[in-house]
């Protein structure tokens, strides 16, 4: 399989037309919900399964098997079965490098330098934790650990 290789930015064939009023669709139902969010003492509280549930459905797409429920438990210390133990990991990292990245934009702007700390935050402790962060799977080399 050859990597794939996105076209360069900035897309000069885009239809405006078509997505002009989808765009303000979502922008609109993006101030809506940001508006609820304002009125809660903790929002984190509210997106805090939310995130959870996008963590658990987005690493489905690199084969990883855990469910909402397993991943819950893990994270409310009742343990997890060893057969998805790895999975769930995989998981919780996911949530957590995307918290970090969160933070991380707050404080300075996107760079190849985050990416690869975000990446690192994703293979600590599971499946390609010896690869190098940031690397692509054509470049990707087993690192020494140490």
Known sequence: MSP???????LTSLNW??????IGRANAALARYDGML?????????????TVNEAVLSSRI???Q?????????????GAAEARRGDIEEVSNYRLAVR?????LGER??????????????????????????????CASSKPRG
């Not at 855990?66 to 009742?78: I, P, R």
């Not at 970090?100 to 991380?104: D, N």
């Not at 994703?122 to 690397?135: H, I, S």
């Open 62 to 64: 690199e084969g990883t």
């Open 100 to 104: 970090e990245a969160e933070q991380a």
């Open 17 to 22: 037309r078509v997505l002009l009023p989808l």
């Open 4 to 10: 794939c290789i996105p076209d360069a930015l900035p």
């Open 109 to 138: 702007p996107l760079s190849l330098s985050l990416i690869k700390a975000v990446h690192q935050r994703l293979m600590q402790g599971v499946r390609g934790r010896d690869k190098e962060p940031g690397a692509t799977p054509c």
């Open 66 to 78: 855990a469910t909402l429920d397993e991943v819950l438990e893990f994270d409310a210390g009742l």
């Open 38 to 50: 304002q009125t809660l003492p903790n929002p984190a509280v509210l997106l805090s399964p939310i």
